[in-house]
């Protein structure tokens, strides 16, 4: 173990063969063994998990500076490397390989698809509100989310409000479910690093291409793949951040003539992650209530807010604020603003309490 760290670590070998000599860890050329061992048992794991055609793919960048690179003439002083990670996720939740046998019907609706037989019509925000319509009339009389926003205004009283708030911590519970995806122990199992920069629609065509190499996925009918996994009419989900889904979309496109499913890729759904769906989400709000001037000219605008509260980097969120820091101006103005909404209400109820008491 303590080998596969000092590799890991990229530990000089002087300094390996000196604690194999003591007995701490064990010689370089044990250390490649057991490396080359790991790699085999790793790549019978991808091809088992292959056969399966239950797993989605995640891949991201990976920038790594050398700074002792040997310069060559196409790159003479290039320290910045451009590899690929990635990983497979088996899915799980009960789904069988049935549930992904639908890539040539979602191909026939595809826009890319010249021939499609049905037009997809656009999809209105309306429709989006019924994906969990409303059943029978709560006793409260809000609708669901009115609820919600009444459990957010509840727990910004009890963490952030007067400490008179804190005693019912416990008794503020959980936000309502509408649909629980059930928790379960997700496994993953690690793709090899790939020599590939994803920058271009072509060079995530050819991530997809190594991954799908790895798990021994592809068309039999091809040349040199007769022993490969059939991918059939099954689908493969694909994880990526936004920018790597515009560039499958773009790679698909360009592929969209060719006369075979696999060369068309017209199997790879690409999935976005929620995390990226809440960058998405941060950054349009920066875009309308932030960088435009003219919504700064409010005494109520965001970013009057945020200079109150962020005086010093009030320049920086109004330039380019990033997603972390975006995301905390969102989520401490919007508790200040709800915490001044109850102080307001309840300052009137005060009143109103006071005036009823004295007549």
Aim: proline share 6%; aromatic share 6%.
């Amino acid at each position: 173990m303590m080998g596969i760290f000092l590799h890991s670590c990229n530990a000089p070998e002087d300094i390996i063969e000196v604690l194999a000599r003591i007995g701490v860890s064990i010689s370089t050329t044990s250390i490649n063994d057991a490396i080359t061992n790991l790699s085999k048992e790793s790549s019978t794991a991808l091809r088992r998990l292959g056969k399966t055609l239950t797993t989605s793919f995640a891949y991201d960048n990976v920038d790594i500076e050398l700074k002792h690179t040997v310069p060559t003439l196409e790159k003479p002083h290039e320290t910045l490397v451009h590899l690929t990670s990635g990983t497979f996720i088996p899915l799980d939740h009960g789904v069988v390989r049935e549930d992904l046998d639908c890539s040539q019907e979602l191909w026939q609706r595809s826009p890319m698809n010249a021939d499609r037989s049905a037009v997809e019509p656009p999809i209105n925000e309306d429709e989006l509100l019924q994906l969990h319509p409303e059943t029978l009339e709560h006793p409260t009389g809000l609708l669901r989310s009115g609820r919600f926003n009444a459990w957010v205004f509840r727990r910004d009283l009890i963490q952030h409000g007067p400490p008179f708030f804190r005693r019912y911590l416990k008794e503020l519970g959980k936000p309502e479910v509408v649909e629980q995806i059930p928790v379960v122990r997700s496994s993953q199992v690690p793709a090899k690093m790939m020599d590939i920069s994803q920058s271009t629609p072509q060079g995530n065509g050819d991530a997809l291409a190594d991954l799908f190499r790895q798990v021994n996925v592809g068309n039999p009918t091809e040349k040199g793949c007769n022993e490969v996994t059939d991918v059939k009419n099954y689908v493969v989900l694909v994880h990526g951040d936004l920018l790597t889904g515009e560039r499958i979309q773009s790679f698909q496109a360009s592929r969209r003539i060719e006369k075979t499913p696999w060369r068309r890729n017209q199997f790879i759904i690409y999935v976005m992650g929620l995390f990226h769906l809440k960058m998405a989400c941060a950054d349009a709000i920066w875009r309308i209530c932030i960088f435009p001037k003219a919504a700064r000219n409010d005494p109520s605008s965001l970013i009057a807010f945020v200079g109150i509260l962020r005086k010093k980097e009030t320049a920086k969120i109004e330039s380019k604020p990033g997603f972390r820091r975006m995301h905390e101006v969102i989520e401490h103005v919007g508790v200040v603003s709800r915490l001044d909404c109850w102080k307001v209400l309840a300052s009137k109820h005060y009143i109103v309490l006071v005036g009823q008491c004295k007549s």
